[in-house]
């Protein structure tokens, strides 16, 4: 578990591709919980220590995790995450190249609950949900291209849906059509960065969390323009 961020009422993470965010079925460890017993012992805090989950990424995701340290900062980053005030830029590697240097993807997703999988299409649907990002390619090597992308709605798996739709599944995501896993069981999509106005201070807060210790990760890094 790697902390980047902390203050009396915020921490975050730089989540790797094998941690999840709260618990789940299969009974790992999460990094709430790993979070408490680090608070815990870091300042000898003798009862409960507090943590709270503000939003959540997809265990094959990486990078920052934004979590409460009182119940004043979850209340506040709750409502900011609702109404959009938490500017998150994800970094994606994608194999096929986008069919425009820079563009917006809108799409209706509609979310299989037993597939735990979204399917986007072009037009409004019956239980579909607009989802509205941005992207730009801001690196590429022979084989791939790195995307950042500004998430406009937060949906199920809408990046990695909006992609795919796109004809770009993002490197090792066999969910959505990409033909091989990567090495470590992630996929090649990082949450780079979180701006915001801290909910107590109201000072502007921004976080990167450091790209993955993988050598293309790395390699698309340093090519970026």
Request: hydrophobic share 35%.
């Amino acid at each position: 578990m790697e902390v980047i961020y902390e203050d009396n009422h915020i921490i975050a993470v730089n989540k790797t591709c094998r941690e999840i965010v709260q618990g789940d079925k299969t009974g790992d460890t999460p990094l709430s919980d790993m979070l408490k017993a680090w608070l815990k012992e870091k300042y000898c805090k003798p009862g409960n220590v507090f943590v709270g989950v503000t939003h959540r990424l997809d265990r094959p995701v990486s990078g920052v995790v934004l979590f409460a340290k009182t119940s004043k900062a979850l209340a506040r980053l709750n409502e900011m995450f609702r109404v959009g005030e938490v500017k998150k830029t994800y970094w994606a590697i994608v194999k096929n190249c986008p069919p425009a240097e820079e563009g917006e993807l809108v799409n209706w997703l509609v979310r299989n609950e037993k597939q735990n999988k979204s399917y986007a299409y072009d037009t409004e649907r019956t239980n579909a949900k607009k989802a509205v990002l941005h992207y730009k390619v801001i690196a590429r090597s022979d084989n791939y291209y790195l995307l950042a992308i500004d998430l406009k709605t937060g949906r199920h798996h809408q990046i990695r849906c909006q992609l795919a739709k796109m004809g770009c599944p993002i490197k090792g995501d066999l969910k959505y059509g990409f033909p091989r896993s990567n090495p470590d069981g992630g996929i090649s999509l990082h949450s780079r960065s979180a701006e915001f106005i801290h909910p107590v201070s109201k000072q502007p807060v921004s976080i990167v969390a450091p790209v993955p210790a993988d050598s293309l990760w790395k390699a698309m890094e340093q090519m970026k323009r």
